[in-house]
């Protein structure tokens, strides 16, 4: 796999700040905010003459959390580095609700944007749902032929779909829990149910953990009402805890650490702003550069240099990091080749 950009995520973290001051401030989750925001952008273009060479972009982003606000900031950036002022979003975010994902994706169909960024699973599906003619890109999608229902996916969706991956090698992540604690009998997998993506990830490591003799259990939860006592259990149950990329845990973190850390139970993540708030170590990516080379896609099929019908799916290299406040902590020793994850 390829590295997909030459930007750190460290040099955009004040860009990612400026993110969630935007989805704080940011449109409604109506169609009736998506068609004001159309008919604002139609209006600017008229009066600057710029017909034809404007784009108004939707993007529905499925909650607030560090991995996905970078993703969408990393997004714009590259659409503004490309366009300039000639581009125009309109950043909706469902709290963590399906339907209001629905209902944010009929609004820019309702609307007719240029363009529709998906990011997460739910906002995916809700786009894929609500049109098959506007051009939708996901981003921090795991797996595109799960959260598509697609059988004989090969690295391509075709039609109106594409986008970037953020799937840490599974095989990869199983291995780092064997190789933090090689002493372990037993790993929880803690995940939402209602996250098609989080449960391909649990079955891939579940697999891959009992292939070298520990005893797996998952340990799912509905939504962030019953993570508490369900987390509980599995750190009760189990000597180490693993956790995929997982949304309804990436924006409950401190539930988690508030959980674990007190028992003395490790948490392994599949990204790292889990890993920031309730873990040890992570094979991270970086959601910002994921985002970037999403915008890049984007801007390639609003110029129409390319077909997003035949555009792959594109994914990213991974580095091992950890926690250093949390490992110190629980008295953990850092294998070597692992790096700090920043403050």
């Given at each position: 796999?390829?590295?997909?950009?030459?930007?750190?995520?460290?040099?955009?973290?004040?860009?990612?700040?400026?993110?969630?001051?935007?989805?704080?401030?940011?449109?409604?989750?109506?169609?009736?905010?998506?068609?004001?925001?159309a008919?604002?952008?139609?209006?600017?273009?008229?009066?600057?003459?710029?017909?034809?060479?404007?784009?108004?972009?939707?993007?529905?982003?499925?909650?607030?959390?560090?991995?996905?606000?970078?993703?969408?900031?990393?997004?714009?950036?590259?659409?503004?580095?490309?366009?300039?002022?000639?581009?125009?979003?309109?950043?909706?975010?469902?709290?963590?609700?399906?339907?209001?994902?629905?209902?944010?994706?009929?609004?820019?169909?309702?609307?007719?944007?240029?363009?529709?960024?998906?990011?997460?699973?739910?906002?995916?599906?809700?786009?894929?749902?609500?049109?098959?003619?506007?051009?939708?890109?996901?981003?921090?999608?795991?797996?595109?032929?799960?959260?598509?229902?697609?059988?004989d996916?090969?690295?391509?969706?075709?039609?109106?779909?594409?986008?970037?991956?953020?799937?840490?090698?599974?095989?990869?992540?199983?291995?780092?829990?064997?190789?933090?604690?090689?002493?372990?009998?037993?790993?929880?997998?803690?995940?939402?149910?209602?996250?098609?993506?989080?449960?391909?990830?649990?079955?891939?490591?579940?697999?891959?953990?009992?292939?070298?003799?520990?005893?797996?259990?998952?340990?799912?939860?509905?939504?962030?009402?019953?993570?508490?006592?369900?987390?509980?259990?599995?750190?009760?149950?189990?000597?180490?805890?693993?956790?995929?990329?997982d949304?309804?845990?990436?924006?409950?973190?401190?539930?988690?650490?508030?959980?674990?850390?007190?028992l003395?139970?490790?948490?392994?993540?599949?990204?790292e702003?889990?890993?920031?708030?309730?873990?040890?170590?992570?094979?991270?990516?970086?959601?910002?550069?994921?985002?970037?080379?999403?915008?890049?896609?984007?801007?390639?099929?609003?110029?129409?240099?390319?077909?997003?019908?035949?555009?792959?799916?594109?994914?990213?290299?991974?580095t091992?990091?950890?926690?250093?406040?949390i490992?110190?902590?629980?008295?953990?020793?850092?294998?070597?080749?692992?790096?700090?994850?920043?403050?």
């Open positions: 796999m390829r590295k997909i950009s030459r930007r750190s995520f460290l040099a955009a973290s004040a860009a990612v700040a400026a993110a969630g001051a935007l989805t704080a401030c940011g449109g409604s989750s109506s169609s009736t905010a998506a068609s004001s925001a008919s604002s952008t139609a209006a600017s273009a008229a009066a600057s003459g710029t017909s034809g060479e404007s784009y108004t972009v939707g993007i529905c982003q499925l909650v607030e959390h560090d991995a996905l606000d970078a993703a969408t900031q990393g997004f714009e950036d590259a659409l503004t580095d490309q366009f300039g002022d000639a581009v125009t979003f309109d950043l909706q975010n469902a709290q963590n609700d399906t339907a209001t994902c629905a209902t944010i994706c009929n609004g820019f169909v309702s609307a007719g944007v240029d363009l529709i960024l998906a990011n997460a699973t739910a906002s995916l599906q809700a786009a894929q749902a609500a049109t098959a003619d506007i051009p939708i890109l996901g981003t921090s999608i795991t797996e595109y032929g799960v959260a598509l229902g697609l059988d996916f090969d690295g391509t969706v075709g039609g109106n779909i594409s986008g970037t991956s953020d799937l840490a090698p599974l095989d990869q992540q199983a291995a780092m829990i064997l190789e933090w604690m090689p002493d372990a009998k037993t790993a929880g997998l803690l995940y939402c149910s209602a996250e098609a993506n989080s449960q391909y990830q649990v079955d891939v490591v579940q697999s891959e953990l009992e292939a070298a003799g520990l005893t797996v259990t998952q340990y799912p939860f509905s939504d962030s009402n019953d993570l508490s006592s369900v987390c509980q259990q599995a750190a009760a149950d189990n000597d180490v805890l693993y956790v995929p990329t949304n309804t845990v990436a924006a409950n973190t401190g539930i988690v650490d508030g959980i674990c850390r007190p003395k139970k490790p948490v392994f993540a599949g990204e702003g889990i890993c920031k708030g309730c873990g040890v170590a992570t094979l991270s990516i970086s959601y910002y550069d994921l985002g970037y080379t999403t915008g890049e896609m984007a801007a390639k099929i609003l110029t129409g240099e390319s077909d997003i019908s035949t555009m792959p799916i594109e994914y990213t290299d991974v091992k990091k950890y926690n250093k406040t490992c110190d902590d629980l008295g953990l020793t850092v294998p070597d080749g692992y790096e700090a994850i920043e403050a």
